[in-house]
């Protein structure tokens, strides 16, 4: 690099020193605030749900039989499997998401090509700061590896070997993890023969037998990802299929009008993740956007989303092999979350992380398409303004990530932890405990560090798996169940429900003792009881 010779190689190494020292203040910062974040976070279902198939868990014959109808491969799994080993103390989870996450904005500020200010802004946004650190899911480990696939790939040098590594690994994150795998390993193959056309066809012998090799461990990552979603395929289960499709089916023109519905809220999906405003008049305002209030706002969503596409193929045209990955990895995940399941906001914002990585990516290569003249004024103006634009969606995502964060600082994201203490301050843990919507009351399960008695399954268990469970259709059913399995003996019988019991019974002392209600995840609210056989 050569420096001006007007700027004092002093004025360049303080400057450098500068913009370290901001870094490692955002880290810093960052980290503190997920440390206070996940101190006042009580985790909900879909948190705990992993911990428990993991802490369950003897052999990792058993973490694979627990992972049959989760719909995810199990790389997050099989890490909390490691943990709980040490520790049953579901907090281990969350300090160890938050480590993935800083690990995240680590990669990001230090090696990414954004300037100070758009580093900052991501740093604290809401996917960073909210959606993909306070909450403990698989997703951070997914944008982990991404990242540094973003970073290895652009090197000079690259190392194919651990480039398939993570790909094989990012495979098996999540199903959309999957997804941006198959579609960045196809990018790194496109990519691979544009060299090799470059040199003349010519590779040389240790390159050769390092791609070999990566491709390798790249095809046996995605097969043990594919071997973990087998038994969900072959189950046929509606666990995870799109919502529409669960309902009834009038006509033809029925379905086709739902088809369309479903495809209006997948392309809606650019704009949840781009512009992620939360619906600010809703206590209840996870997952939620703030254009879902009115449907004319959801229309002008849906354009803003086709203008946001647009945006994007305009600054990443000139590099077609960019373009390929941006329209191969959003095309898949439009089209899975179409034909299979809909999915959330948390879903969504994969769609957010891919436009990052091809920015990162786009960066890294020279101009090599030209422009159509009709398209030429079009992208002009979009690549003049990206980064005013960029800066004002990363401005956008953090004002958001704010909000959410303080929400989940000043409110309880659900009951299921104060549900817990209550239990464990009246000294009910040995208590014989029963639960119905497993599904709703697992977390106690994680937070008690005990099995519950799930009355539709008929047993006792943690985690819950919809496929095997016998729904309770009304609350006389309820109660006609609990009598046959409560016990008259020294033990207390806990009643723990997500709603109230309505009705009496004459073959049971059902006496409330507790309610738990209000929290941000609505539905995880809880009823706790005390029951007894009636000897009169």
């Not at 890490?79 to 993935?100: D, G, R, S, Y």
């Not at 723990?496 to 309505?502: A, E, T």
Request: contains cysteine; aromatic residues 16%; proline residues 3%.
């Amino acid at each position: 690099m050569q420096i001006d010779p007007k700027i004092s190689p002093r004025a360049t190494n303080n400057d450098f020193r500068n913009q370290n020292n901001l870094t490692n203040i955002l880290i810093l910062s960052f980290f503190l605030l997920s440390l206070i974040g996940i101190l006042n976070h009580e985790m909900w279902r879909d948190e705990t749900q992993a911990w428990l198939i993991a802490r369950d868990a003897s052999t990792l014959t058993d973490l694979y039989e627990n992972l049959k109808f989760e719909g995810h491969p199990g790389l997050w799994h099989l890490c909390l499997f490691v943990i709980t080993k040490f520790t049953h103390n579901p907090f281990a989870m969350q300090f160890f998401h938050i480590l993935i996450a800083t690990t995240v904005v680590w990669i990001f500020v230090k090696l990414s090509p954004f300037n100070i200010l758009q580093k900052t802004l991501f740093t604290f946004s809401y996917f960073p700061l909210f959606e993909y650190n306070l909450i403990s899911r698989n997703y951070s480990l997914g944008l982990l590896l991404i990242f540094i696939f973003c970073y290895l790939f652009t090197r000079k040098k690259r190392k194919y070997i651990i480039l398939f590594l993570i790909l094989a690994l990012l495979a098996n994150t999540n199903i959309y993890s999957l997804i941006i795998s198959l579609c960045l390993s196809a990018t790194l193959i496109i990519d691979i023969f544009r060299i090799y056309r470059a040199n003349n066809n010519q590779l040389n012998r240790k390159q050769f037998y390092r791609i070999g090799i990566g491709l390798l461990i790249l095809f046996l990552g995605i097969s043990l990802c594919i071997f973990q979603l087998l038994p969900l395929a072959i189950q046929g289960t509606d666990y995870n299929i799109k919502p529409s499709m669960g309902k009834a089916i009038v006509s033809e023109f029925d379905y086709l009008l739902r088809s369309i519905k479903d495809l209006a809220y997948v392309l809606r999906g650019i704009w949840y993740s781009y512009i992620p405003i939360p619906n600010f008049f809703s206590y209840h305002f996870w997952g939620y956007n703030i254009t879902d209030i009115s449907s004319y706002l959801t229309l002008l969503a849906s354009c803003f989303s086709l203008l946001l596409v647009v945006f994007a193929v305009s600054i990443f045209i000139e590099k077609p092999i960019v373009i390929f990955l941006y329209l191969s990895a959003n095309l898949g995940i439009f089209l899975f979350s179409w034909l299979k399941f809909l999915g959330t906001l948390r879903h969504h914002g994969n769609l957010f992380i891919i436009f990052l990585a091809c920015i990162w990516i786009s960066r890294f290569f020279p101009k090599s398409y030209n422009i159509p003249k009709r398209f030429r004024k079009l992208a002009s103006y979009f690549k003049k303004n990206q980064t005013k634009i960029i800066t004002i969606i990363l401005l956008i995502q953090m004002l958001s990530g704010v909000y959410a964060y303080s929400m989940d600082l000043i409110y309880p994201f659900s009951k299921s932890k104060a549900t817990a203490e209550f239990i464990q301050q009246r000294g009910l843990n040995d208590s014989f405990i029963l639960g119905n919507k497993d599904a709703i009351v697992s977390p106690i399960s994680a937070y008690i560090d005990k099995k519950i008695f799930y009355i539709e399954y008929n047993r006792t268990g943690s985690f819950f798996q919809n496929p095997q469970k016998k729904i309770i259709k009304n609350q006389p059913e309820l109660i006609d169940r609990i009598n046959k399995i409560v016990t008259d003996n020294s033990k207390n019988n806990v009643l723990i429900l997500s709603y109230p019991l309505n009705i009496k019974s004459d073959r049971l002392n059902i006496t409330s003792i507790g309610e738990f209600s209000k929290s941000i995840v609505a539905e995880e609210k809880y009823y706790i009881y005390l029951v007894e056989k009636d000897n009169g």
